[in-house]
């Protein structure tokens, strides 16, 4: 034993070795020889691939191999196995699994000695990754920007973290169920039994019980239906609900803004508290006192806690990485992502659909690992405009298998107001003047009937029910509201 230990002495100061600990990987070796389930301990998170010493992580897949067969795994049933390896000769042999034994004082830290060996592979895989970040940034190759060995960089980074993570396993019922009990009474105080994010939005809070944590949350709708524009109310409303209420409701909330700039999504929010229309601001056509109305708009939106991300073309590895970060540092509670389909995957493929199955359980899992509600706004396919019934269907998401299939609710933005102002009546050749003005009459009295109205249609929802739930919507203001509050009331 003493002579592969002295693999680590470094008495060489020109070159500094690798982090590693023989005489702790020899410790559980051996105590896992003398008690086989102590290997229960750090079989979960423990790989033979993290022993510095290889012959070490044979002899540790000997013994999980051997355990699970139902098999003793001694040094008596081990030693033909490594009778004839190299590496242990010099120490020798077979033999050497009986010092392993014989030198154990007790096996009652086994799973302390599983996560020092395990820190210390962290530690040497940090090295190579370093070394690898260097070596890549030496090359000049035309096909890999600086800013896609950034994002390379960050999911190894994000990968080591992961690998690091020692929490999981099974939840004692009592402990799920003291949850459950808790978000009963969570819902039972808040008005409008709201046990997530509130949107801000009664009678959609009352259909979901508010943006649930760990939930992916898919938005949908053809384009100028106004899903940035509900996607950014639900944003505003979470942010000042948490604002408002010292961090009791709502959420600081993340905005992953891949079409639009932080400027034009700032602009609208401006233009909703503000109650000034966003085309005025856009075209400069503002009144002396509107910008009093600034004023007193940017004292409500001055401490907000919405932080806008504009950055094109981002990775779903990018998207993780900036949403744990901001969570470190500012307890982040909720992700809005505009759009899906704007994102792109790790490494790029011909396969958009294998590409979107990579971002849709992406986002699933930052939402898990993060514990907060991801909201992500997704296209939908042309053919709903080749339907006379226009109200948008699961089979019209892009790529609808991965979507479909990942998210816990998908909710689709529909106002017929939009469809019909489109398809005013015309004169029919052979219709006569009171077959089209009743036609003409019915389409005006549709039209009054939907005027400033819109539907949020809950079309798949793991723990609750689907349906559509009506809103307001006003368009100068790009907002979205009750619909028994008029924009004047607010």
């Known amino acids: 034993m003493s002579e592969i230990a002295n693999i680590s002495d470094g008495s060489d100061p020109s070159y500094r070795i690798s982090p590693n600990n023989i005489e702790i990987e020899q410790a559980l070796l051996g105590a896992l020889l003398i008690n086989n389930r102590a290997l229960e301990k750090v079989s979960e998170f423990l790989k033979s691939e993290h022993f510095y010493v290889a012959s070490h992580g044979r002899i540790y897949d000997a013994i999980i191999k051997m355990v699970e067969r139902g098999q003793d795994a001694s040094p008596a049933t081990l030693k033909h196995y490594f009778s004839k390896d190299e590496d242990l000769d010099a120490v020798g042999g077979g033999d050497y ?4 034994a014989a030198n154990v004082i007790s096996t009652v830290n086994v799973e302390d000695y599983g996560k020092t060996v395990h820190e210390l592979h962290l530690r040497r895989s940090l090295i190579d990754l370093g070394e690898e970040i260097v070596n890549d940034a030496y090359e000049h190759d035309l096909d890999v920007s600086p800013s896609r ?4 960089a960050e999911k190894q980074l994000f990968d080591l973290a992961t690998l690091g993570d020692f929490k999981g396993g099974f939840i004692p019922f009592h402990t799920s169920l003291t949850t459950a009990i808790s978000l009963a009474e969570t819902a039972f105080k808040n008005v409008g039994s709201v046990t997530g994010v509130t949107t801000g939005l009664t009678d959609l809070d009352k259909k979901l019980g508010g943006l649930q944590k760990s939930d992916l949350l898919i938005l949908a709708g053809r384009p100028s239906m106004g899903k940035t524009a509900l996607a950014t109310n639900i944003a505003y409303n979470a ?5 408002d209420t010292d961090g009791q409701s ?3 909330v993340g905005f992953f803004s891949l079409e639009m700039s932080a400027d034009q999504l700032a602009a609208r929010i401006l233009a ?4 000034v229309p966003s085309d005025q601001i856009r075209r400069g056509e503002v009144k002396d006192t509107d910008f009093h109305k600034f004023v007193e708009a940017s004292n409500v939106l001055a401490n907000l806690p919405l932080f806008i991300d504009d950055t094109p073309a981002l990775t779903i590895g990018a998207v993780r990485t900036r949403a744990r970060r901001l969570q470190r540092t500012e307890n982040l509670g909720m992700v809005v992502i505009d759009y899906l389909q704007l994102l792109q995957g790790s490494m790029p493929t011909a396969n958009r659909v294998n590409e979107v199955s990579e971002i849709t359980r992406g986002l699933k899992a930052l939402a898990k690992e993060l514990a907060i509600p991801v909201l992500a706004l997704s296209q939908l396919s042309r053919q709903v405009e080749n339907r006379d019934n226009k109200r948008p269907q699961l089979s019209d998401l892009r790529e609808s298998g991965s979507i479909e299939q990942d998210a816990d609710a998908v909710m689709f933005v529909y106002r017929e107001e939009y469809y019909l102002e489109r398809d005013e009546p015309g004169r029919k050749p052979e219709e006569n003047d009171d077959k089209f003005n009743q036609r003409y009459s ?5 039209l009054q009937e939907v005027h400033g109205t819109a539907e949020c249609i809950i079309g798949k929802q793991r723990h609750g029910p689907i349906g559509p739930v009506r809103m307001a919507f006003y368009g100068p203001f790009t907002r979205f509201s009750d619909l028994a509050i008029s924009h004047d009331d607010r």
């Not at 942010?239 to 604002?243: E, I, L, M, N, T």
């Not at 909703?272 to 109650?275: H, K, N, S, T």
């Not at 019915?442 to 549709?446: G, L, T």
């Open 442 to 446: 019915e389409w005006q009295q549709r």
């Open 272 to 275: 909703d508290v503000a109650e």
């Open 149 to 152: 060995q950034i994002e390379k």
């Open 97 to 100: 699994l009986t010092d392993l």
């Open 250 to 252: 709502g959420a600081v």
């Open 239 to 243: 942010a000042k609900a948490y604002s």
